[in-house]
């Protein structure tokens, strides 16, 4: 169906599942909007950030949704597609068999779909229980072609346990006979040029249907709304982490199940009107089901809705079949989610900034820089300031001085030499720069490059630096004692300051745990770079031992996350933990760590789905903070704190995205006020202290520029 494949493309987006490329494009044939979108932009999309592929989410969507029916769904006409090629055929072993069977699919086509031909081996199809129009779709299933008898192929996929919930209506597993058949998108092909085409979308359907010896056991359905959920526990707040169990007619499935995607989703919504679009609160809270029914899943609270700040109340969780969402009815009604269960859920208010006892912070670490332009302080001087240029590092003491030029030109040779190439190889431009606090002439600077052979992605951020200011350049050194198989070069995660030295950060192979950070691995130099020695982690000088990870060292494909951890210590930096939390790098910062006290730090993101979080025990826990709503932010759009970060006088400043204004949010305040003050252009900009002058990048010419500290305190 057509909804389907819609809200399998958002799946794919939100999941950021690289490898379910043509998954997804086999999903959408008779979507063309959805197949043109990303047909144009398989080679830009690897470079949108995170949150604005989020909003193609959302927008895709939208296009996509459906409003509640009053009565079980209408039938949809069946996509565009050829039928059963001359001569091509399937049959399936056994031909019956008992809910929750494998069956294999042997077939045999006569013309080679177009990426077989082409060597693709990465090759998927669609099973359709019941026919594809209006059945049970079991997607990007595997398959299998003959290496020695050309034309022919096999997949296998699993009788459903359940009824199953389609376009009609529900139905129910009784015994009886199925039609069963494959469908898959002949991408590549000349009729796939125009995705509504007819050839495009193939489906070959079997000689001989599939008996059901026994019906299934368990519930049945009768109406839209006979799944149940609950919700465990019934009651939180913003961050809280709810555990979800229940029962629906399947609807959608992919791949091996428990499915990550289920064709449903979780919408959170005010009061007990279902159908109002007014009352959404938040979609696309994530759920998955097994091939019997049976729902699970886990998700955090929301802190944030279209109007702002989710208040406290009773809300209602809806399991809602996206799969069923109708695009021609979203666009002169709008979307309300298709009920198929739903769980009444009360909210309590988060703790308000008003309420927090903050003073100037101990101390703030902002993030790694790797995509957002920031600038090198040195710890020991910091009027001494370095930028990035194409083709050189230029470091300024104080606003007005005259600059120094470091050349990076020697940087290009040395990544060739590595098999590696970067993006603009003429002009080398660096992504970050560090100073030595003892060595002015050792410079220490992130290049992005990509495999010289393959080019990108992945994409990689390496390490450089020079000890004579520019005229050599050397490969950042490697750790001895690392096992991983990954290059280590491929897994270098920035430089750091510590003290009187200068680390170099590598993590070690990932856990492949969600939010759980890799070991990170570390050299260090006290000489300037003549020598380096291995190091570790170490805690800031007060507050709780709270650190970040070493930053994440390749962009891996379309829309990749760059997470960086937020690490702790118990034990004085023996030993490190990952907190769960992390920055996500692609979304412009800045990302900030803040001790508040010596038990209290904030973690600092204003795009994030928490914006300010606050822990009190070291970093084991960590509570969302709700912040006034800043003066002209749409909320809804969830920009709603562009540029939000903490400076060392305990204020915390925003930028309006529409005037440009900047605001501040004194500690205590329970309102922002604005500054009086003017940066280029409408866009935030990564503020960086250094005593009393805070520094910053033009947005407009690049130029380093700086405002007293006093600029930001409120006006009168």
Same mark, same amino acid.
């Given at each position: 169906m057509k909804s389907q494949r819609c809200a399998a493309w958002n799946f794919h987006l939100s999941q950021n599942v690289y490898r379910m490329r043509n998954r997804v494009i086999l999903r959408m044939a008779t979507a063309p909007v959805g197949y043109e979108f990303l047909r144009l932009m398989e080679g830009p999309m690897q470079r949108i950030k995170p949150v604005y592929l989020f909003f193609f989410v959302l927008l895709f969507a939208a296009a996509c949704s459906t409003p509640t029916p009053t009565s079980p769904p209408s039938t949809k006409a069946a996509p565009t597609q050829t039928a059963t090629p001359s001569g091509a055929w399937i049959s399936l072993s056994p031909a019956h068999g008992n809910p929750g069977d494998s069956v294999t699919i042997d077939g045999y086509m006569p013309v080679l779909p177009a990426s077989i031909q082409a060597g693709n081996p990465d090759f998927y199809v669609n099973v359709c229980w019941g026919g594809c129009a209006d059945g049970l779709q079991e997607q990007a299933l595997p398959t299998t072609w003959s290496q020695t008898d050309v034309g022919h192929f096999s997949t296998t996929f699993v009788v459903p346990s359940t009824a199953w919930l389609g376009a009609d209506g529900p139905h129910? @597993? &009784?015994?009886?006979d199925y039609a069963v058949s494959i469908q898959y998108l002949d991408i590549g092909s000349t009729a796939c040029a125009d995705p509504s085409a007819k050839g495009c979308?193939?489906?070959?359907?079997?000689?001989?249907p599939f008996h059901l010896d026994t019906a299934a056991a368990g519930p049945t359905c009768d109406k839209q709304d006979c799944g149940t959920l609950t919700l465990t526990p019934d009651t939180g707040k913003a961050g809280d982490t709810i555990e979800l169990s229940g029962w629906a007619p399947l609807l959608e499935l992919i791949g &091996?199940? =428990?499915?990550?995607?289920?064709g449903y989703s979780l919408v959170l919504m005010s009061g007990t009107n279902l159908t109002a679009q007014s009352a959404i609160i938040a979609t696309n809270l994530p759920v998955s089901q097994e091939l019997d029914g049976t729902l699970s899943g886990s998700f955090q609270l929301p802190q944030t809705g279209p109007?702002?700040?989710i208040g406290s109340g009773t809300y209602t969780l809806v399991l809602s079949?996206?799969? @069923?969402?109708? !695009?021609?009815?979203?666009?002169?009604?709008?979307?309300? =989610?298709?009920?198929?269960?739903s769980a009444p859920f009360e909210i309590s208010a988060a703790t308000a900034w008003a309420q927090l006892a903050t003073a100037n912070p101990l101390w703030i670490q902002p993030s790694a820089s790797l995509l957002q332009a920031t600038l090198g302080i040195d710890p020991a001087n910091p009027q001494r300031i370095a930028s990035c240029a194409d083709g050189s590092i230029s470091i300024t003491v104080g606003v007005n001085a005259a600059k120094?030029?470091?050349? &990076?030109?020697?940087? !290009?040779?040395?990544?060739?030499?590595?098999?590696?190439?970067l993006n603009n190889a003429q002009t080398p431009r660096c992504n970050a720069v560090t100073l030595d606090p003892r060595n002015p002439q050792s410079i220490y600077a992130v290049f992005e490059g990509a495999s010289k052979q393959y080019g990108a992605p992945p994409e990689y951020f390496l390490g450089f630096y020079t000890t004579d200011a520019g005229k050599t350049w050397l490969a950042a050194p490697t750790p001895a004692n690392d096992q991983g198989q990954t290059p280590i070069v491929e897994r270098f995660g920035g430089f750091w300051n510590a003290g009187d030295v200068v680390q170099a950060l590598y993590s070690g192979e990932n856990s492949n745990q969600p939010n759980q950070a890799p070991p990170t691995l570390v050299l260090q130099t006290a000489d300037g770079g003549k020598t380096w020695q291995?190091?570790? @982690?170490?805690? =800031?000088?007060?507050? =709780?031992? @709270?650190?970040?990870?070493a930053a994440p060292g390749s962009i891996s494909g379309m829309g990749a996350g760059l997470p960086e951890y937020v690490l702790a210590s118990q034990d004085n930096g023996q030993t490190w933990t990952s907190t769960g939390q992390y920055a996500e790098l692609h979304v412009d910062g800045p990302h900030q760590l803040a001790a508040l006290s010596s038990s209290t730090a904030a973690l600092i993101s204003g795009d994030a789905q928490y914006p300010l979080q606050i822990t009190q025990d070291g970093g084991k826990t960590w509570q969302p903070i709700d912040l006034p709503t800043l003066p002209g932010a749409d909320v809804s759009t969830g920009f709603a704190y562009n540029g939000l970060q903490l400076l060392p006088n305990g204020n915390l400043a925003a930028m309006s995205p529409d005037s440009g204004t900047w605001y501040a949010l004194t500690p205590g305040a329970s309102d922002w006020c604005t500054l009086n003050l003017t940066v280029p252009g409408n866009y935030p900009v990564v503020l960086q202290p250094a005593d009393t002058t805070v520094w910053f990048i033009s947005p407009v010419d690049e130029t380093v520029q700086g405002f007293p500290l006093t600029d930001f305190s409120c006006s009168k």
């Open positions: 129910n @597993l &009784t015994v009886g979308s193939v489906e070959i359907a079997s000689g001989q &091996t199940t =428990p499915s990550g995607y289920s109007n702002g700040v079949a996206d799969a @069923l969402i109708n !695009a021609t009815q979203v666009k002169t009604s709008g979307y309300a =989610p298709v009920v198929v269960a120094t030029s470091v050349p &990076t030109a020697g940087v !290009a040779a040395i990544v060739d030499s590595m098999g590696y190439a291995p190091g570790e @982690l170490t805690c =800031p000088s007060g507050g =709780p031992c @709270l650190r970040w990870s």
